[in-house]
Every structure is written in structure tokens, then in C-alpha cells.
Nanobody
């Protein structure tokens, strides 16, 4: 439905911070809820954070609460994931995904996916 492209700093130090960006195409992006997921080598893709289409509601996995912040700028078709206090276990490929008029905690619920961007946290 919507085209998504992730970008961000690929290599960071433990305890450091970085911000991932998800750029979307189309004029209807504001009608999509957006989630961030990640997948580490040998592990299943897991939920990280999501934001409602209006931006009024945000949700986080327990593993990132207090460290990560999701936000969106509908005027510029952008969604961000600010990541602070990074840990080596945060190392993964990060994906943004969009769901028409909603969001969820499961990857199967989402309609569109970006290509993913690697984040490596060194100890």
C-alpha cells in the first residue's frame, strides 16, 4: 500500500544513542499506523514500538521502555525511532511497517514493510 524506506546510523557504542528514520511515500501516509520491528541473527522478528495514525498513542515492548521513543511527522511523511542507552542485545535489523487505520503487536498485521536497516551496538 505504502512505500517505506528506513535509514539511520549503522554502528553505535553501548550506552550511546541514535535515531532511525522511516520515510514514506504517498499522500495517505497519515492514515497508517506505523510499527518498528527488529530481527537479530537466529531469532524471530519481534515488536519494538508502534504509533497510531494520529500520533496520539504510542506503545513499546518491555525491553525498550524508557529507552526508545517513537514519533511521527505526518506533514513530512516521516516516522522516527529515537534509541537511547543502547545495549549490545539491541543489535538487529530494524524494520518499519505500516497498517491502514491501525496498528498492532504482530508483524502479520501490517500491510507494508521497509527493506530494513542494520543497527550494531558494540560493547
Amino acid at each position: 500500500q505504502v512505500q517505506l524506506v528506513e535509514s539511520g546510523e549503522g554502528l553505535v557504542q553501548a550506552g550511546g544513542s541514535t535515531r532511525l528514520s522511516c520515510a514514506a511515500s504517498g499522500r495517505t501516509f497519515s492514515t497508517y499506523g506505523v510499527g518498528w520491528f527488529r530481527q537479530a541473527p537466529g531469532k524471530e522478528r519481534e515488536f519494538v514500538a508502534r504509533i497510531s495514525w494520529s500520533g496520539g498513542s504510542t506503545y513499546y515492548a518491555d525491553s525498550v521502555k524508557g529507552r526508545f521513543t517513537i514519533s511521527r511527522d505526518n506533514a513530512n511523511n516521516m516516522v522516527y525511532l529515537q534509541m537511547n542507552s543502547l545495549k549490545p542485545e539491541d543489535t538487529a535489523v530494524y524494520y518499519c511497517a505500516a497498517k491502514k487505520y491501525g496498528g498492532g503487536y504482530h508483524s502479520r498485521e501490517y500491510d507494508s514493510w521497509g527493506q530494513g536497516t542494520q543497527v550494531t551496538v558494540s560493547s
